[in-house]
């Protein structure tokens, strides 16, 4: 859980995600249309990946990616994203974070 508290922080926003999940993929394009540049982390990719996998799933994360954090917060997953973005909530999010500029 503490590894993944840091790595939640080390940006604002930050995405673990899995290569081979077109959700996550859904995400990680969404949020770079918008010009984020996001951290992240292909849990299938990294040492210990499994062990950040079982620590969002106790986080509630269920699928357990993607997950999202945006100013170290977690926002949640697909659903959570999509639907912030369908009530016009997610870019001022975004702003608040430093994530984008404009």
Do not use: Y
């Amino acid at each position: 859980m503490e590894r993944v508290t840091s790595l939640a922080s080390e940006r604002s926003v930050v995405i673990f995600s899995k290569s081979s999940c077109c959700m996550c993929h859904t995400i990680k394009t969404l949020l770079s249309d918008f010009g984020v540049n996001p951290e992240v982390h292909e849990l299938d990719e990294i040492n210990g990946g499994r062990e950040i996998e079982q620590a969002l799933l106790r986080l509630g994360c269920n699928p357990s990616v993607p997950a999202v954090f945006i100013g170290g917060e977690l926002v949640g997953g697909a659903n959570e994203v999509m639907s912030l973005h369908l009530n016009r909530s997610l870019i001022p999010m975004l702003r608040r974070a430093g994530a984008l500029w404009v």
